[in-house]
């Protein structure tokens, strides 16, 4: 079974960290494409992070130079580690894989990248 579940979502204020981990399951990790995305309410899901096969990375200008996307292929886990959080990083975050994705300069990851979901786990960002 194809599976996708994050974990590690939670209340911080504002300048402290969180990592988010993504346990990969059912499909050949180390194969895969990955990226984070988050919604906050009222907001389209957006890009956050992605990681490809190379472990090149592309980050959203709103969170590069505070956000590190990175996969262990030890536990099939991808990781977002989330630092100096601000409360426009509100959302709930969402892991993405897909065999085809590979990582472009300067193109934050797209929904339609991307077939493989996991649920989602809540970051609230308190000031």
């Known amino acids: 079974q194809v599976q996708l579940v994050e974990s590690g979502g939670g209340s911080v204020q504002a300048g402290g960290s969180l990592r988010l981990s993504c346990a990969a399951s059912?499909?050949?990790?180390?194969?895969?494409?990955m990226a984070w995305f988050r919604q906050a309410p009222g907001k389209e899901r957006e890009g956050v992070a992605g990681i490809d096969t190379l472990r090149r990375t592309v980050f959203a200008g709103s969170v590069a130079g505070r956000f590190t996307i990175s996969k262990d292929y030890a536990s099939d886990t991808l990781y977002l580690q989330m630092n100096s959080l601000k409360p426009e990083d509100t959302a709930m975050y969402y892991c993405?894989?897909?065999?085809?994705?590979?990582?472009?300069?300067?193109?934050?990851?797209?929904?339609?990248?991307?077939?493989?979901w996991g649920q989602g786990t809540q970051v609230t960002v308190s000031s």
């Open positions: 059912g499909f050949s990790f180390r194969s895969y494409g």
């Open positions: 993405a894989a897909d065999f085809a994705y590979w990582v472009s300069p300067s193109r934050v990851p797209i929904e339609n990248d991307f077939r493989i």
